[in-house]
């Protein structure tokens, strides 16, 4: 193993725990001791934090974590059996199967006998079948072991629901600029002294990552070796790491890498440098099908109503590739890469829909206002449904201002267009909107408008 080992269990013939050989690579000399030294992840391991607060109160649920690659999940989970005084067991989903779950739960049982606790880790959770997935609940119900599942996949769709109603999801997020320079900061202390990057390649280096600590440690440990007194620019930086990491493993690091930088770089508007890590994917065997994925979700989340063809040239794209095949299709791929590439860029929608996603945790299950509400039958419409609802076609301006927030919430702006794109013309009907909104709720004396 030759990188920092942030979301993989550990293998066979590893040393025991604490012990870490001295020649041992730099990126595992450097993996987090406590929970205190993992980076990025605040929201749950902070002083107020999810994690911190169960830990504190004695009380370790089972947990799925979801997040991205890199983002340190196995290790947040081995040092949480270690914080609160469990055996560690890790599996993968990949890997090992029912014969191996039994051996686990024989030593769990044992164990739970003599009064121990056991944390049961699943790496890539979501690989498991529905039966395999069942086969996790009795052992987790009667306390045999508590499970921390890891998984990059969505678990509304990837995991059974009668698995995730015993576990609480939580979001390992992307590890944002100061994480990775914290990260560059212990390899240089580490080896005591800079690494040899100028102010800009080491900018590149974080951008490169795009959150991903394992890829930027995987990265810098490439740097080590160069002569003394070098110190790169970008393009010596990409000279580098291009040719220090030329494989391509469908299976590993690198599927996860060289999908992050085409996302990076299609998100940085550099169309010439997405093509060629597009290259690199159709060179080293990666699926079209999960590229033309990962581009249609890239299609809504950074570009969105920037551009609004963007989505349906992304799905033409995949159904152009669908018809074709390769190699023949992959030049659809390629003009979809360029086309998103030169794109207006927008997060917008990405940002809009998890502020109301937070808001309707906040809110529970609010009635919507009776007079947006069909009343379809006479009992509906004694109730109070649809009284005083304003059919907006009927208004000269084609707009009635109705609220359609739930009585007693305050209006919120979920939505912020960006001046890029087409958003800058719905910024203006939007603001246009509210004027119309405030006259009305002022000639209403503050109604439904306000």
């Known amino acids: 193993m030759n990188e920092l080992?942030?979301?993989?269990?550990?293998?066979?013939?590893?040393?025991?725990?604490?012990?870490v050989d001295a020649n041992a690579p730099l990126a595992e000399l450097l993996r987090p001791k406590t929970l205190s030294e993992v980076v990025g992840q605040d929201a749950l391991l902070g002083p107020q934090g999810r994690l911190r607060r169960m830990l504190d109160g004695g009380d370790l649920a089972s947990i799925i974590f979801w997040g991205p690659p890199g983002t340190g999940k196995t290790t947040i989970a081995r040092l949480l059996a270690a914080e609160a005084g469990m055996e560690f067991e890790p599996i993968s989903a990949v890997f090992d199967g029912v014969a191996d779950l039994r051996k686990v739960f024989d030593r769990a049982g044992k164990r739970r006998d003599a009064g121990q606790r056991t944390l049961l880790f699943v790496d890539e959770v979501?690989?498991?079948?529905?039966?395999?997935?069942?086969?996790?609940?009795?052992?987790?119900?009667?306390?045999?072991?508590?499970?921390?599942?890891?998984?990059?996949?969505?678990?509304?769709?990837?995991?059974?629901?009668?698995?995730?109603?015993?576990?609480?999801?939580?979001?390992?997020?992307?590890?944002?600029?100061?994480?990775?320079?914290?990260?560059?900061?212990?390899?240089?202390?580490?080896?005591?002294?800079?690494?040899?990057?100028?102010?800009?390649?080491?900018?590149?280096?974080?951008?490169?990552?795009?959150?991903?600590?394992?890829?930027?440690?995987?990265?810098?440990?490439s740097l080590t070796g160069l002569p003394s007194g070098e110190r790169l620019d970008p393009a010596g930086l990409a000279a580098i790491v291009a040719g220090r990491a030329p494989a391509f493993d469908r299976a590993g690091d690198q599927h996860y890498n060289l999908m992050s930088a085409l996302h990076k770089t299609l998100r940085g508007s550099d169309a010439d440098a997405a093509l060629y890590w597009l290259a690199r994917m159709f060179a080293g065997g990666e699926d079209p099908h999960y590229i033309l994925r990962r581009l249609t979700r890239f299609a809504?989340?950074?570009?969105?109503?920037?551009?609004?063809?963007?989505?349906?040239?992304?799905?033409?794209?995949?159904?152009?590739?669908?018809?074709?095949?390769?190699?023949?299709?992959?030049?659809?791929?390629?003009?979809?890469?360029?086309?998103?590439?030169?794109?207006?860029?927008?997060?917008?929608?990405?940002?809009?829909?998890?502020?109301?996603?937070?808001?309707?945790?906040?809110?529970?299950?609010?009635?919507?206002?009776?007079?947006?509400?069909?009343?379809?039958?006479?009992?509906?419409?004694?109730?109070?449904?649809?009284?005083?609802?304003?059919?907006?076609?009927?208004?000269?301006?084609?707009?009635?201002?109705?609220?359609?927030?739930?009585?007693?919430?305050?209006?919120?702006?979920?939505?912020?267009?960006?001046?890029?794109?087409?958003?800058?013309?719905?910024?203006?009907?939007?603001?246009?909107?509210?004027?119309?909104?405030?006259?009305?709720?002022?000639?209403?004396?503050?109604?439904?408008?306000?």
Not at 5 to 19: I, K, M, N
Request: hydrophobic share 40%; glycine share 10%; charged share 25%.
């Open 126 to 221: 979501h690989r498991f079948n529905k039966a395999q997935q069942d086969g996790l609940l009795p052992r987790v119900e009667d306390g045999t072991v508590t499970l921390i599942g890891a998984t990059t996949e969505n678990p509304s769709f990837a995991l059974n629901g009668a698995l995730l109603s015993r576990a609480q999801v939580m979001l390992v997020e992307r590890l944002s600029g100061e994480a990775l320079e914290e990260l560059l900061r212990r390899v240089e202390t580490h080896l005591g002294l800079p690494l040899p990057l100028d102010d800009e390649a080491r900018a590149a280096l974080k951008a490169m990552a795009d959150g991903d600590g394992r890829y930027l440690l995987n990265m810098a440990s």
């Open 300 to 450: 809504s989340e950074d570009i969105g109503l920037a551009e609004p063809e963007a989505l349906p040239r992304a799905l033409a794209a995949w159904q152009a590739y669908e018809r074709l095949g390769s190699p023949e299709g992959e030049l659809a791929v390629a003009t979809l890469v360029i086309y998103l590439a030169t794109a207006p860029k927008s997060n917008a929608a990405y940002v809009a829909m998890k502020a109301a996603n937070r808001a309707a945790a906040a809110t529970g299950s609010l009635m919507p206002p009776a007079h947006i509400l069909n009343a379809p039958t006479g009992l509906m419409k004694n109730l109070g449904y649809g009284k005083g609802y304003e059919y907006d076609h009927d208004a000269p301006d084609g707009f009635s201002a109705q609220n359609g927030f739930p009585d007693g919430m305050d209006r919120q702006r979920f939505y912020q267009p960006v001046e890029r794109g087409y958003e800058r013309e719905i910024g203006k009907r939007l603001a246009y909107w509210d004027r119309l909104r405030a006259q009305k709720a002022g000639a209403d004396g503050g109604g439904d408008g306000a």
């Open 5 to 19: 080992d942030l979301d993989t269990p550990a293998q066979s013939g590893q040393q025991a725990e604490g012990q």
